[in-house]
């Protein structure tokens, strides 16, 4: 029996393996593969990543939580595609009976972010041409703003206009901010940051680097990864509950 119990125990740290943080090559190789080798399609993973980003949005800031003021919610969406994330993330919330606005200053020519543009124009979400001040916010404008300017594609030692003026005002602000995957302005693979500081952020896949240090509501989106990828990559990912696409770590 004791000799039992003993096996159990040396076994058990074995069981329990941290959660890896990603760097910017591994996430990168990650996503090549699943479109490459696992068939995954641009699209499919885009629409995965932004439904999961709502999803973690409402359970941040639940309808209930607004209810003395309109659910507006301000996305603020780049070229690339975090900035598709930010689209199908602010469609989704609409279908959840939020009351999105779109900024979305430097639009792509690539098709597929073109489509995600239509969608949210066809849901009747507004586009503003331009960024409201520091002091419009500030007046309960907006109730959150959701960063889906960067992302992990950008290099953070170079942000050009108008991204870099808009991380000046994000940084005045005080109502709260939520990041799609890595905070705009941040580099995904430095844990020490000095920029907008998100209230919550919602990592796509696995968390990057970046996370390791970050102190608030920090959600995970990755339950759709194939257990080779898992596997390969030692991701150690936690148990998602019942039937979610995601959980809060």
């Known amino acids: 029996m004791d000799k039992m119990n003993h096996s159990s125990a040396e076994a058990e740290p074995e069981t329990i393996e941290p959660l890896r943080y990603l760097s910017k090559g591994d996430a990168t190789a990650i996503e090549t593969e699943l479109l490459r ?26 309808l209930s939580s607004l209810s003395k003021k309109q659910p507006t919610v301000l996305v603020i969406c780049g070229p690339d595609q975090n900035g598709s994330i930010g689209l199908v993330c602010a469609r989704h919330l609409r279908i959840f009976d939020y009351e999105p606005t779109i900024y979305h200053p430097k639009r792509s020519s690539y098709s597929l972010h073109q489509d995600f543009t239509i969608q949210c124009e066809k849901m009747d979400i507004p586009f503003l041409s331009y960024l409201p001040t520091e002091v419009q916010l ?53 844990p020490s940051q000095d920029g907008i500081n998100p209230e919550v952020l919602i990592s796509l896949m696995a968390p990057k680097k970046c996370a390791q240090n970050f102190s608030g509501k920090h959600f995970l989106a990755g339950r759709f990864l194939p257990y080779d990828i898992q596997k390969k990559y030692d991701l150690n990912l936690p148990d998602y509950a019942g039937t979610d696409c995601l959980l809060e770590l």
């Not at 995954?40 to 639940?62: D, R, V």
């Not at 005045?172 to 430095?190: H, T």
């Open 138 to 190: 500030i007046n309960d404008a907006y109730n959150l703003v959701i960063d889906a300017m960067l992302g992990l594609e950008t290099d953070s030692s170079n942000i050009k206009e108008p991204f870099s003026g808009i991380l000046v005002t994000l940084k005045q602000i005080k109502i709260p901010i939520v990041s799609v995957d890595v905070p705009s302005g941040w580099d995904a693979d430095e």
């Open 37 to 62: 080798d696992y068939k995954f399609g641009q699209q499919q993973l885009i629409e995965l990543w932004g439904q999961a980003s709502a999803l973690a949005i409402t359970k941040a800031y639940p």
